[in-house]
T-cell receptor, first 111, second 120 residues
Framework: GQSLEQPSEVTAVEGAIVQINCTYQTSGFYGLSWYQQHDGGAPTFLSYNALDGLEETGRFSSFLSRSDSYGYLLLQELQMKDSASYFCAVTRGSTLGRLYFGRGTQLTVWP | GAVVSQHPSRVICKSGTSVKIECRSLDFQATTMFWYRQFPKQSLMLMATSNEGSKATYEQGVEKDKFLINHASLTLSTLTVTSAHPEDSSFYIC????????????????FGAGTRLSVL
C-alpha cells in the first residue's frame, strides 16, 4: 500500500509564494507528480520528479528528496486563478501512469 | 485542447441499471489507460489499469465484476458500472499517457473531463 500526507488547506494573497508539502510512504517508489484540479474539472499536470532536486516550470517548481520521502510544490507570484486543489501523487513500479494520489490541498488565493 | 475525451459528462440512472463510460485518446495511441473515481472533496482513487487487448488490472478492493473494463482499441477504453446502486454515485475519471510524444519522460497523464454518475 501507500500513504501520502499533505495539508488540507492553504490560503495566501495574490503575488505571494506558497509551498505545499507532501510526505509519502510507499513501496516501489518511482516518482512524485503534482496535479491541479479546479472544482468539477479534470486534473491537469503540473510537475514530476523522479530524481532528487528541483524542477522548475514557470511559476511552479517541485522538489523531491527520495531519502526523506518528501516533496513539495512551490507556487510563486500567486494569482486568483491558482485557487484550486493540488494533489501530490506517487508512481509505484515502472508502470508509469498508475498514480496514487494524496488527499489534496485546497489553495485559496485572496486579492 | 483536450487530448483525452470522456463521454458522457453526466449520467443519471435508476438503481439496477448499467452505465457505460467511454474514454478516448484523441490524437495518440494509448496501450494503457487508467480509471479513477473521486468522491466530493476527496482524492482520486485508482480503480484499474486498462490494457489494450488484454484484461484490465484492478486495484485491491475494486470489484472487477462490478466495474467492467474493455480496451478494444488503442484509442478507446470503456468502463461499465453494472447493476449500479446509489453507493456507486461518484465522479469517474480516466487518464492516458502519450508514450511517444507529449511529456512521456515526465510521466504526464492526460485526464478526461470526468463523468458524474448519479444513481437514484
Amino acid at each position: 500500500g501507500q500513504s501520502l500526507e499533505q495539508p488540507s488547506e492553504v490560503t495566501a494573497v495574490e503575488g505571494a509564494i506558497v509551498q505545499i508539502n507532501c510526505t509519502y510512504q510507499t513501496s516501489g517508489f518511482y516518482g512524485l507528480s503534482w496535479y491541479q484540479q479546479h472544482d468539477g474539472g479534470a486534473p491537469t499536470f503540473l510537475s514530476y520528479n523522479a530524481l532528487d532536486g528541483l524542477e522548475e516550470t514557470g511559476r511552479f517548481s517541485s522538489f523531491l528528496s527520495r531519502s526523506d520521502s518528501y516533496g513539495y510544490l512551490l507556487l510563486q507570484e500567486l494569482q486568483m486563478k491558482d485557487s484550486a486543489s493540488y494533489f501530490c501523487a506517487v508512481t509505484r513500479g515502472s508502470t508509469l501512469g498508475r498514480l496514487y494520489f494524496g488527499r489534496g490541498t485546497q489553495l485559496t488565493v485572496w486579492p | 485542447g483536450a487530448v483525452v475525451s470522456q463521454h458522457p459528462s453526466r449520467v443519471i440512472c435508476k438503481s439496477g441499471t448499467s452505465v457505460k463510460i467511454e474514454c478516448r485518446s484523441l490524437d495518440f495511441q494509448a496501450t494503457t489507460m487508467f480509471w479513477y473515481r473521486q468522491f466530493p472533496k476527496q482524492s482520486l482513487m485508482l480503480m484499474a489499469t486498462s490494457n489494450e487487448g488484454s484484461k484490465a488490472t484492478y486495484e485491491q478492493g475494486v470489484e472487477k465484476d462490478k466495474f467492467l473494463i474493455n480496451h478494444a482499441s488503442l484509442t478507446l477504453s470503456t468502463l461499465t458500472v453494472t447493476s449500479a446502486h446509489p453507493e456507486d454515485s461518484s465522479f469517474y475519471i480516466c487518464s492516458a499517457r502519450d508514450q511517444v510524444r507529449r511529456g512521456a519522460a515526465k510521466n504526464i497523464q492526460y485526464f478526461g473531463a470526468g463523468t458524474r454518475l448519479s444513481v437514484l
